[in-house]
T-cell receptor, first 113, second 114 residues
Framework: EPEVTQTPSHQVTQMGQEVILRCVPISNHLYFYWYRQILGQKVEFLVSFYNNEISEKSEIFDDQFSVERPDGSNFTLKIRSTKLEDSAMYFC???????????FGQGTRLTVV | AQSVTQLDSQVPVFEEAPVELRCNYSSSVSVYLFWYVQYPNQGLQLLLKYLSGSTLVKGINGFEAEFNKSQTSFHLRKPSVHISDTAEYFCAVRMEGGSEKLVFGKGTKLTVNP
């Protein structure tokens, strides 16, 4: 069964460092997302990406964040200068079309120290 | 804007007992509704979905949910739970025909005791 894959599963980084979280969405999907879940809290939407551009972003997704689909298969989330409060589980998701369900990856646990 | 309320943050039950996890939503437009399950240290797995059609939807692992438009609810039920159902359950909504983002509830931690 096709699945969304994320790497790495766990990343520890120093405050102020740049991190790139990677995702490979399901191959025939057209809509791509990043969500995050701070420990013990609910899952929050960060950004959606369609047709090679951001279609929607939340207020969390500030100038420190960026997304890219560099090669038609990978979908990356970059945090330019990490803060302690960026520590969270980051989930990638993809959607074939607007009338179906989103499939989620296993997540990347980001720990900023 | 949509919002989702899961009133129960924790639900402890005994094995083989029935369970209902409550979900209410608010939206000014029609929505799609989902339940996701998160096992410890794992990602989000779709349990079931309501996109259209019958208001009673069946999902994996014996779970079902009923969409009630007048009460804006989408409660999740299982007639007899197993220890392996211990997990966090998230209700989520998405606008029909609009923004594709999912709006999640805060989750309900289901603990099944022997």
């Amino acid at each position: 069964e096709p699945e969304v894959t994320q790497t790495p599963s766990h990343q520890v980084t120093q405050m102020g460092q740049e991190v790139i979280l990677r995702c490979v969405p399901i191959s025939n999907h057209l809509y791509f997302y990043w969500y995050r879940q701070i420990l013990g809290q609910k899952v929050e939407f960060l950004v959606s990406f369609y047709n090679n551009e951001i279609s929607e972003k939340s207020e969390i997704f500030d100038d420190q964040f960026s997304v890219e689909r560099p090669d038609g298969s990978n979908f990356t989330l970059k945090i330019r200068s990490t803060k302690l409060e960026d520590s969270a589980m980051y989930f990638c998701a993809s959607l074939r079309d607007r009338h179906t369900e989103a499939f989620f990856g296993q997540g990347t646990r980001l720990t900023v120290v | 804007a949509q919002s989702v309320t899961q009133l129960d943050s924790q639900v402890p039950v005994f094995e083989e007992a029935p369970v209902e996890l409550r979900c209410n939503y608010s939206s000014s437009v029609s929505v799609y509704l989902f339940w996701y399950v998160q096992y410890p240290n794992q990602g989000l797995q779709l349990l079931l979905k309501y996109l259209s059609g019958s208001t009673l939807v069946k999902g994996i692992n014996g779970f079902e949910a009923e969409f009630n438009k007048s009460q804006t609810s989408f409660h999740l039920r299982k007639p007899s739970v197993h220890i392996s159902d211990t997990a966090e359950y998230f209700c989520a909504v998405r606008m029909e025909g609009g923004s594709e983002k999912l709006v999640f509830g805060k989750g309900t931690k289901l603990t099944v005791n022997p």
